[in-house]
């Protein structure tokens, strides 16, 4: 089988050394199992992540560096790497080590081990774990997750993690509609409501290691709002569309 990880990236020059390292870590270990390709996708940025990226991976034919002149949001990044990722599975991470790289391999297997066709981690998970977040960007990102529970899938508990394990057919069938943050979520949403299965890989959630986030909290939350009353609608429309007994 091969494996496909997709890192999407912008403004990232700060820790393009220390991800390199744990990547080249994490790779040995992934190489032993499977044949595994890293996508790097640079969402247009203004900093020296390109260049960066390309000298320490130099000549490495492992690797894929892929661009987008100007930046278009997480989803458009996603969708940008999917299109050049040739894995049987595929992976999407951080690029900050918010979960550990390490990681990976153990998500994989869980996805071969489980049958399942989606392996995503979840700090809300009872067995899972939050480090060091601000309290704000926790409040809103539980908050979001336990609204997704209530009106999709009460055993899934987090809905806004970006590392994951997808098998092919989910990437290649399930469109997703978000350019920003909201991309993941759109993800898993639509593949639950389209059939796919997803077991949970209880996590630990830390801050950044490095460099600043680039999420925006008040865009974030309104776009997870509207998409939860679109859900709630589409709901709602169903139940009163259904026949009578």
């Given at each position: 089988?091969?494996v ?7 403004n ?7 991800t ?8 040995n ?20 992540t ?20 100007q930046?278009r ?24 080590g ?88 759109e ?14 890989f ?37 139940l ?6």
């Amino acid at each position: 089988m091969r494996v496909s990880v997709v890192i999407p990236a912008f403004n990232e020059a700060k820790g393009v050394a220390q991800t390199t390292a744990n990547l080249l870590l994490v790779l040995n270990v992934l190489q032993n199992s499977y044949k595994t390709e890293i996508i790097f996708v640079d969402d247009g940025s203004t900093d020296d992540t390109r260049p960066l990226l390309q000298s320490a991976w130099n000549g490495d034919e492992t690797v894929k560096i892929v661009a987008h002149e100007q930046n278009r949001g997480l989803g458009a990044a996603l969708r940008t790497g999917f299109s050049y990722a040739t894995g049987d599975i595929v992976v999407t991470t951080d690029f900050d080590g918010t979960y550990a790289f390490e990681l990976i391999p153990t998500i994989v297997e869980q996805l071969v081990r489980d049958e399942v066709d989606i392996v995503t981690a979840s700090p809300y998970h009872p067995a899972g774990h939050v480090e060091g977040v601000p309290k704000y960007r926790l409040m809103f990102s539980y908050g979001a997750s336990l609204l997704y529970r209530l009106l999709v899938k009460w055993q899934v508990h987090t809905w806004t993690a970006l590392f994951r394990a997808y098998r092919r057919p989910v990437i290649e069938h399930v469109q997703f509609e978000s350019n920003g943050f909201l991309a993941g979520t759109e993800l898993l949403v639509y593949a639950l409501q389209a059939g796919y299965t997803v077991s949970e890989f209880p996590a630990t959630l830390k801050t950044r290691s490095f460099g600043q986030s680039n999420i925006k909290i008040a865009r974030v939350t309104r776009s997870h709002l509207i998409f939860q009353l679109k859900i709630l609608r589409r709901r709602l429309k169903n139940l009163f569309q259904r026949p009578s007994p």
